[in-house]
């Protein structure tokens, strides 16, 4: 644990000062060394863009984990486009996307102006199903926790939402139901007998929420089946 946190501020600080040598190398190829020195940073905690300005102190902040994805063949062109920002907020107080200068910084660097670059390469991560009756998918951002079911008839184990990768979405249906087993886990309650099935374990205990609705209680808990 220790070791890794070292090795990867070791790699942070790696990054943060070829950042600094690049923001100094643009400001003195295409601004002749007018903009002022800003803060710069690397974030790894920065995960929903790859990359922001701020003005107040002014400053730019890029994310580790898409540095680390991507390079410098990608993130050159963010780091860019934040420049062009600092530059068009200092010298002539513009925000956003929409200013005459800050387009024309892009423009002189040749990156692009729009908003989505940002968003351009943040992959949100997606969880796929599939149903085995009918070989539906479906795919969202958020995981489901307990067992959906597709909607192609009635509620059945032949129709419970099976999750799966990617790569699974494509395979021939027949393929899709002799090789991908379910992966759930069945919890019951000792007393009453109900059963929740859900993709992922809890982490922690659960009672019966229909012996004890709203309430935790130890002498009925969900155990796991499977
Ligand atoms: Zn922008
Ligand atoms: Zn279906
Ligand atoms: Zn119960």
Same mark, same amino acid.
């Given at each position: 644990m220790e070791y890794d946190r070292a090795l990867r501020m070791e790699i942070m600080n790696g990054y943060l000062s070829d950042t600094r040598e690049r923001f100094e190398n643009i400001n003195k190829v295409y601004f002749d060394n007018r903009i002022p020195d800003i803060m710069l940073r690397i974030s790894d905690?920065?995960? +929903?863009?790859i990359g922001y300005a701020h003005s107040n102190p002014l400053g730019i902040v890029l994310s580790y984990r898409y540095m680390d994805k991507?390079?410098?063949?990608?993130m050159d062109e963010v780091l860019k486009h934040e420049v062009a920002h600092i530059y068009a907020f200092h010298f002539y107080g513009e925000r956003g996307h929409r200013g005459h200068n800050f387009r024309s910084a892009c423009e002189m660097m040749n990156v692009?102006?729009?908003?989505r670059t940002n968003e351009l390469f943040v992959e949100r991560d997606k969880w796929h199903y599939r149903c085995r009756a009918c070989g539906q998918t479906y795919s969202t951002y958020r995981p489901f926790s307990t067992v959906q079911f597709c909607d192609?008839?009635?509620? +059945?184990d032949e129709r419970m939402l099976i999750k799966i990768t990617k790569d699974q979405m494509t395979i021939p249906l027949q393929e899709f139901r002799a090789h991908i087993r379910p992966k759930i886990t069945v919890y019951k309650c000792t007393q009453c007998g109900r059963e929740v099935r859900r993709y992922k374990r809890w982490s922690e205990k659960h009672s019966c929420a229909i012996c004890h609705p709203g309430e935790y209680d130890e002498s009925c808990l969900m155990q796991l089946v499977k």
């Amino acid at each position: 644990m220790e070791y890794d946190r070292a090795l990867r501020m070791e790699i942070m600080n790696g990054y943060l000062s070829d950042t600094r040598e690049r923001f100094e190398n643009i400001n003195k190829v295409y601004f002749d060394n007018r903009i002022p020195d800003i803060m710069l940073r690397i974030s790894d905690r920065l995960l +929903s863009r790859i990359g922001y300005a701020h003005s107040n102190p002014l400053g730019i902040v890029l994310s580790y984990r898409y540095m680390d994805k991507y390079g410098w063949e990608v993130m050159d062109e963010v780091l860019k486009h934040e420049v062009a920002h600092i530059y068009a907020f200092h010298f002539y107080g513009e925000r956003g996307h929409r200013g005459h200068n800050f387009r024309s910084a892009c423009e002189m660097m040749n990156v692009s102006p729009t908003a989505r670059t940002n968003e351009l390469f943040v992959e949100r991560d997606k969880w796929h199903y599939r149903c085995r009756a009918c070989g539906q998918t479906y795919s969202t951002y958020r995981p489901f926790s307990t067992v959906q079911f597709c909607d192609c008839g009635e509620k +059945s184990d032949e129709r419970m939402l099976i999750k799966i990768t990617k790569d699974q979405m494509t395979i021939p249906l027949q393929e899709f139901r002799a090789h991908i087993r379910p992966k759930i886990t069945v919890y019951k309650c000792t007393q009453c007998g109900r059963e929740v099935r859900r993709y992922k374990r809890w982490s922690e205990k659960h009672s019966c929420a229909i012996c004890h609705p709203g309430e935790y209680d130890e002498s009925c808990l969900m155990q796991l089946v499977k």
